[in-house]
């Protein structure tokens, strides 16, 4: 009986389904078909580089994607924002209307009055969620695959399994989420808020600038300003300040000539030091070291390191140095350390470091990375 409960399901929601993969394959063929035309568009990776930093970061921009090439292109026109949208509705849409939505109709108690025990009854239902799903995801990759020699995008086929594969996964979490709360509430709507609410929250996190603002002196003047307003020892914060306009000239004046403006570091924690002197972070895993990279991001990363010219790839301190010294030894690039100054170790206290050296520090790990004279 939960095989027929599966297939009723999966009947049930087949006229949505072909509507949801043929809107997308429309999509992506729109989208395909504007590559062409931007191809040969040599500015477009300058232009978005003057975006501000956090809009960027909020629309997956920040990474050193290159728009000029497909990958890169439907990376950040799809990947980045687009898909993920689409996929969410249609998996927490699902997962609701399988129980929350039979339930406020009042249908419930017909779809469990088979002679199966209410858990395989879930079980089923979760199954239909996951096969529609992996038809959606299917036909995402099916999709960018045939429109791939038709207007030259230059795909990687295992690139585009891999990314697809982590959008099922996403939406999958969701979708089954979905299906866990409208099996413990009749509440359409708090079955729906509580996944998309958390698909919100993940995206926005994933989304935002990285907070070490003290790496960048003008905004940590700016703290320093209004914490000697709170403590109104204003005289004690204005000699701090001139300390950091002082370590901002140094750094422009350390940065201005350099033959690399690239620094790729094992995550996005220099982004604001990054904008202020005119460098493009690009980071192999996202604002968490603990995270790491899929697959597809450290090859295209690497892609990036020996396009570019890169000769460092910089990791924190305290963080596990492989991923970096897997790219490094995958390009031939050097390591090198960069101190994110979230705190003292107590062998830096005993030597005596401070804010102020280890930035001088972190300027002598850069100069020597990117050439600078």
């Known amino acids: 009986m939960a095989a027929e409960l599966f297939r009723r399901g999966l009947v049930d929601r087949t006229r949505a389904l072909v509507g949801w993969c043929v809107g997308v394959a429309l999509y992506i063929l729109l989208l395909a078909a504007v590559f062409p035309s931007l191809r040969d568009a040599a500015d477009l990776n300058q232009l978005v580089e003057k ?13 050193g994607i290159d728009l000029t090439t497909g990958a890169g292109y439907l990376d950040a026109e799809l990947f980045s924002f687009m898909l993920p949208i689409f996929a969410l509705v249609l998996a927490i849409g699902s997962g609701t209307r399988i129980l929350a939505g039979e339930e406020e109709a009042g249908r419930l108690e017909l779809l469990f009055a088979y002679p199966l025990r209410r858990r395989d009854g879930v079980l089923a239902k979760g199954a239909t969620v996951a096969v529609e799903i992996a038809l959606f995801v299917v036909a995402v990759a099916a999709a960018m695959l045939l429109f791939d020699p038709i207007f030259d995008l230059g795909l990687s086929a295992s690139r585009v399994a891999g990314a697809a594969a982590s959008l099922g996964m996403l939406a999958l979490l969701h979708g089954w989420l979905a299906l866990a709360v409208a099996g413990f509430t009749p509440s359409k709507a708090l079955a729906t808020a509580v ?13 935002l600038h990285d907070l070490a603002d003290w790496l960048d002196p003008l905004r940590y003047a700016k703290i320093v300003e209004r914490i000697g307003q709170a403590l109104h020892e204003p005289a004690a914060a204005a000699r701090l300040q001139a300390r950091l306009r ?41 604002l968490s070291p603990e995270v790491e990279p899929e ?15 890169v000769t460092t790839i910089y990791f924190e301190t305290l963080v596990s140095p492989r991923i970096a010294e897997t790219v490094a030894r ?15 170790t107590k062998n830096e206290i005993s030597q005596g470091e401070n804010y102020f050296s280890l930035m001088r520090t972190n300027l002598r790990t850069l100069r020597e990375g990117l050439g600078c004279s």
């Not at 697959?295 to 010219?309: D, S, T, Y």
């Not at 995958?330 to 003292?344: H, K, Q, R």
Request: with cysteine; aromatic share 8%; proline share 4%.
């Open 195 to 207: 996944p998309a609410a958390l698909a919100a929250a993940g995206y926005l996190v994933a989304g």
């Open 51 to 63: 975006y501000p930093e956090g809009l960027k970061e909020l629309f997956g921009l920040s990474a």
């Open 330 to 344: 995958e390009t031939g690039a050097n390591t090198a350390v960069l101190n994110p100054i979230e705190g003292l």
């Open 295 to 309: 697959p597809a991001k450290l090859q295209h990363v690497v892609e990036l390191v020996r396009k570019r010219g």
């Open 246 to 286: 002082g370590l901002d000239g140094e750094y422009r004046t350390g940065l201005a000539h350099c033959q690399r403006r690239e620094i790729v570091t094992s995550h996005e924690a220099f982004g604001y030091l990054a904008e202020r002197y005119g460098l493009e972070q690009i980071a192999i895993t996202g």
